[in-house]
């Protein structure tokens, strides 16, 4: 076979033959991120929702925290008190957080006016983080979270593909370029739905792609030794890499920190356990100071949720706001001073890209619009995907696969080599898969005579 290169682009039976085994393997996956990513989108109001009960409750007349924690503790076998969350009303039961000896992290709801428990929820098995988890991991922690990874590489190669096979050639008119024509029956309008919604979500797509890859294992963790290789591109890193242990994220900490602790969740990252932060519990009189603090971070009147952890002799107050760009941190005394503040325009500029990239693919960056875009892309990736299935088994003959058959010659190009060598520099999964794809070909397949 003679590939060929002295042409700009790849020939269009090329592009065809990339497009087709690129779609092949990733629409599925797009068609399922579709709909788990479209459920995320409203995670705060599905979360108002399941815990509607326990926000309309008496108003707290004299409320006490560290009562609260006292009573989620009992709670608890040999719980341990990790961190409690500002109510949000004075009608919202307590949120405390509590570690168990397994490592699980314990949600318990707690009346503040009679600090009785009114409810007990693994917090891994909250709706979000199952949501959360079916999204990024499969469910199935860093193999899902690589496997993702290995999508959204290829799932770039399909756009690219897919962006140059619709380019218009001697076509005239708008019609099946940038709108679809719905009038039409049979392949046609199966084809308009497919490219020209694609197209037009495409630029959508790329983002989504980009700002979930600092959340992915191999990806985030590449960005990581960068940074710590060639300086300091982040500040304080407060994104998940790979499957984190929630107390971890909790804490604070969602990429760990390197200590010797022998906990079950810890060996779910390799090299990566839990930070130290977690072994500083307040005890005694840092405990009994919680109700200071709390009144201290009421006053702060930081976007919700805000979660009040303990670190070393002194407590962090920090949003954990899904509008990234509105979170902040405060590091407050036992007698309620403010010591020190972060905020978000304080971060590295990574930091803050990640920031707003995050913000924008959760659907908050800018309220219920953003919630609306996200969902009408989600909706046109579905539909996009449903449109390619039935394109291909409409043309797949009986028994076969369908693929488009490959020339004797294959024209890549200069300019679709240089694409994909940038590609592959970039995603480091896509440059592997490449490198074995190209190994592969060179074995010799023995034909019957």
Not at 70 to 77: F, H, I, T
Not at 105 to 130: A, Q
Not at 372 to 385: H, K, R, T, Y
Request: proline share 6%; aromatic share 8%; glycine share 8%.
């Amino acid at each position: 076979m003679t590939i060929h290169s002295a042409t700009l682009w790849p020939d269009r039976r090329t592009l065809w033959r990339w497009h087709f085994f690129a779609g092949l393997f990733c629409l599925p996956f797009v068609a399922f991120l579709s709909l788990t990513g479209a459920v995320y989108l409203f995670k705060p109001q599905i979360d108002d929702w399941i815990d509607w009960r326990y926000d309309h409750l008496p108003i707290a007349l004299s409320p006490s925290p560290e009562r609260d924690v006292q009573a989620a503790l009992s709670a608890v076998r040999q719980g341990v008190f990790l961190a409690y969350e500002l109510p949000r009303t004075s009608q919202s039961a307590a949120r405390v957080l509590v570690s168990r000896p397994d490592g699980e992290v314990v949600r318990v709801y707690v009346d503040r006016n009679t600090h009785t428990v009114l409810k007990t929820v693994l917090e891994e098995n909250r709706f979000e983080r199952l949501v959360f988890r079916l999204h990024g991991q499969l469910l199935l922690g860093n193999v899902g979270s690589v496997i993702m990874e290995m999508v959204a590489s290829w799932t770039i190669v399909l756009i690219v593909t897919g962006v140059l096979l619709w380019w218009p050639r001697h076509q005239r008119g708008l019609a099946g370029i940038v709108y679809p024509r719905l009038g039409t029956k049979g392949r046609t309008r199966w084809r308009d739905l497919h490219a020209v919604t694609g197209v037009w979500t495409s630029v959508f797509l790329v983002l989504f792609l980009v700002s979930g890859l600092p959340w992915s294992f191999v990806w985030g963790y590449t960005l990581q030794s960068v940074e710590n290789t060639v300086g300091r591109l982040t500040s304080v890193k407060d994104w998940e890499i790979g499957a984190v242990p929630v107390a971890a994220v909790i804490a604070g900490h969602p990429l760990g920190q390197p200590q010797k602790l022998p906990a079950k969740e810890n060996m779910d990252m390799p090299g990566m356990d839990m930070p130290a932060a977690l072994t500083s519990f307040p005890e005694g009189d840092l405990l009994s100071s919680l109700d200071t603090v709390v009144k201290t971070a009421s006053a702060l009147s930081l976007p919700a949720p805000v979660i009040i952890t303990p670190s070393g002799s002194l407590w962090t107050v920090r949003s954990d706001t899904q509008n990234r760009p509105l979170r902040e941190s405060v590091t407050v005394t036992p007698d309620g001073h403010v010591m020190t503040q972060e905020t978000f325009a304080e971060k590295g500029l990574m930091d803050r890209i990640i920031g707003y990239g995050v913000a924008a693919h959760e659907g908050q960056l800018f309220g219920g619009v953003n919630q609306a875009i996200n969902l009408l892309v989600a909706a046109s990736l579905l539909m996009m995907s449903c449109a390619a299935t039935v394109l291909w088994l409409k043309r797949k003959p009986a028994g076969s696969l369908g693929a488009p058959l490959a020339l004797p010659t294959q024209t890549y190009g200069l300019g679709g080599i240089i694409v994909l060598i940038i590609l592959a520099l970039f995603l480091p999964e896509l440059g592997l898969s490449l490198v074995v794809l190209a190994l592969a070909s060179l074995i010799p397949i023995k034909t019957k005579p």
